[in-house]
T-cell receptor, first 114, second 110 residues
Framework: DTGVSQNPRHKITKRGQNVTFRCDPI?????LYWYRQTLGQGPEFLTY????????KSRLLSDRFSAERPKGSFSTLEIQRTEQGDSAMYLC????????????FGDGTRLSIL | GQQVMQIPQYQHVQEGEDFTTYCNSS?????IQWYKQRPGGHPVFLIQ?????EVKKQKRLTFQFGEAKKNSSLHITATQTTDVGTYFC??????????FGQGTTLQVKP
């Protein structure tokens, strides 16, 4: 169990640029979740995959956000035309379904928009 | 939509004092999970409660799930400096997605 790995740890970019984050879940975990956390708040759910299928998306996820998990292993989260309000910590978590299981979180990617 | 509220937002205690954080949901929960996040770290799973009225203990930590499955609490007895961090409750849906409270940040003065 090597844990959930997220890259990069930090991303600083100018407003309007596109960014992509990667998440490598714990191997054999079939469920993968993306959350966004801002200072002083709890993580907010963005989207969820079971294997390669994206099964749920939050209304927080605007058209500028897209996530993929092409082979049911790692996942990417892309934000197009970044805005100041996108500045946050983006957390990935994985779990072995089905059922209600503890989620294992990565260290996150901190995005700062200049 | 479902909301999970947590109080207090901050708590400062002297080492050795007790600490409690409370969690309330706008809807009945199928289960509730508790996580701890250290400063600069990521949420780490502590425990899951499933049954109405359930009480679970982990050393100095006691977790309770309300009879109506809409509220929960975490109580720490005799806090230590290692207890510092933010404690989150989270209700989960059938898909497993978590709805987090805003957390209670605990500071412990030695």
């Amino acid at each position: 169990d090597t844990g959930v790995s997220q890259n990069p740890r930090h991303k600083i970019t100018k407003r309007g640029q596109n960014v992509t984050f990667r998440c490598d879940p714990i191997s054999e975990h079939n469920r993968l979740y993306w959350y966004r956390q801002t200072l002083g708040q709890g993580p907010e759910f963005l989207t969820y995959f079971q294997n390669e299928a994206q099964l749920e998306k939050s209304r927080l996820l605007s058209d500028r956000f897209s996530a993929e998990r092409p082979k049911g292993s790692f996942s990417t989260l892309e934000i197009q035309r970044t805005e100041q309000g996108d500045s946050a910590m983006y957390l990935c978590a994985s779990t072995l379904g089905p059922g209600l299981q503890p989620q294992h979180f990565g260290d996150g990617t901190r995005l700062s928009i200049l | 939509g479902q909301q999970v509220m947590q109080i207090p937002q901050y708590q400062h205690v002297q080492e050795g004092e007790d600490f409690t954080t409370y969690c309330n949901s706008s809807t009945t929960l199928s289960n509730i999970q508790w996580y701890k996040q250290r400063p600069g770290g990521h949420p780490v799973f502590l425990i899951q409660l499933v049954k109405s009225g359930e009480v679970k203990k982990q050393k100095r930590l006691t977790f309770q799930f309300g009879e109506a499955k809409k509220n929960s609490s975490l109580h720490i007895t005799a806090t230590q400096t290692t207890d510092v961090g933010t404690y989150f409750c989270a209700g989960s849906s059938n898909t497993g997605k978590l709805i987090f409270g805003q957390g209670t940040t605990l500071q412990v003065k030695p």
